[in-house]
């Protein structure tokens, strides 16, 4: 059974900062490009960030670029966020998923986190 399980969301004041984890089994993590969605309140799922299976390699929405890193873990099955400097407008659902060289997506039910002015 595939499960994709986000933890560490919550509210936080601008400025502050949040770690997300996307803790996955039933598939082989490692063979996976791993990303961070999110969704703001009436508005489309976009990317945040995305890391390559083998890790070095990452790339950013230009909203997040310099204060948000993506980062894995491997040996544990593990996707990170951490979230820097953050602002009202990070305010969304952020979402872990993870695609296969193949195609196949897999994705998590989601972290609130909140941004207070």
């Known amino acids: 059974q595939v499960q994709l399980v986000e933890s560490g969301g919550g509210l936080v004041q601008a400025g502050g900062s949040l770690r997300l984890s996307c803790a996955s089994s039933?598939?082989?993590?490692?063979?996976?490009?791993m990303s961070w969605y999110r969704q703001a309140p009436g508005k489309e799922r976009q990317l945040a960030a995305v890391?390559?299976?083998?890790?070095?390699?990452?790339n950013y929405a230009d909203s997040v670029k310099g204060r948000f890193t993506i980062s894995r873990d491997n040996a544990k099955n593990m996707v990170y966020l951490q979230m820097n400097s953050l602002k009202p407008e990070d305010t969304a659902v952020y979402y872990c998923?993870?695609?296969?060289?193949?195609?196949?997506?897999?994705w998590g039910q989601g972290t609130q986190v909140t941004v207070s002015s």
């Open positions: 890391i390559a299976s083998d890790g070095p390699s990452t």
């Open positions: 039933g598939f082989t993590f490692s063979m996976y490009v």
């Open positions: 998923y993870a695609r296969a060289p193949w195609g196949r997506v897999y």
